[in-house]
């Protein structure tokens, strides 16, 4: 069953704590993002990364980090200098030409 | 001004109707148009994806770009209650980073 799966689907972070949220997809697509979707806002973008080994900033990229060691794995780390993490947390990936496929979310919280 | 403007409703439509939503966008270099359906704390499922001016149909949905305009629209004919959710268009330049719209959300009542 092919497709792109998040977890954990909810996640929640103490203060001064980092935290790590899982994407992995199975389709064999080249090319990986990152977005964050707050209430009556589009989706903003965080980190992509097309190839393996290689990863650009997006728009809002201050305050977490990636990894891309595997084609079939994209990894976001929210780290403590991310003043106002609590946010839907959303991992796409695409081939190399052609839209753009979600996964199903991941929702941090902040205690 | 944001680069893609996307009015976000509430849009409330009686089942069967039809449901019309648009965007208008800045940047005259954007070449790839989708739209995106979105239920409560789920991720987006791909609806329409298109690259040319002109209309694109799939099943009940029917997808209008019009490049002169810089102008989207998405028409969903006989509208059904599932189809209750936020439609998100979005666009890119080189096929690869979107802009997205800040998303309408469509209630179809039965």
């Known amino acids: 069953d092919g497709g792109i799966t998040q977890s954990p689907k909810y996640l929640f972070r103490k203060e001064g704590q980092n935290v790590t949220l899982s994407c992995e997809q199975n389709l064999n697509h080249d090319a990986m993002y990152w977005y964050r979707q707050d209430p009556g806002q589009g989706l903003r973008l965080i980190y992509y990364s097309q190839i393996v080994n290689d990863f650009q900033k997006g728009d809002i990229a201050e305050g977490y980090s990636v990894s891309r060691e595997k084609k079939e794995s994209f990894p976001l780390t929210v780290t403590s200098a991310q003043k106002n993490p609590t946010a839907f947390y959303l991992c796409a990936s695409r081939r190399d030409r052609g839209p753009q496929y979600f996964g199903p979310g991941t929702r941090l919280l902040v205690l | 001004q944001k680069e893609v403007e996307q009015d976000p409703g509430p849009l409330s439509v009686p089942e069967g109707a039809i449901v019309s939503l648009n965007c208008t966008y800045s940047n005259s270099a954007f070449q790839y148009f989708m739209w995106y359906r979105q239920y409560s704390r789920k991720g987006p499922e791909l609806l329409m994806y298109?690259?040319?001016?002109g209309n694109k149909e799939d099943g009940r949905f029917t997808a209008q770009v019009d490049k002169s305009s810089k102008y989207i629209s998405l028409f969903i004919r006989d509208s059904q209650p599932s189809d209750s959710a936020t439609y998100l268009c979005a666009m890119s330049i080189n096929d690869y980073k979107l802009s997205f719209g800040a998303g309408t959300t469509v209630t179809v009542r039965a």
């Open positions: 298109t690259y040319s001016s």
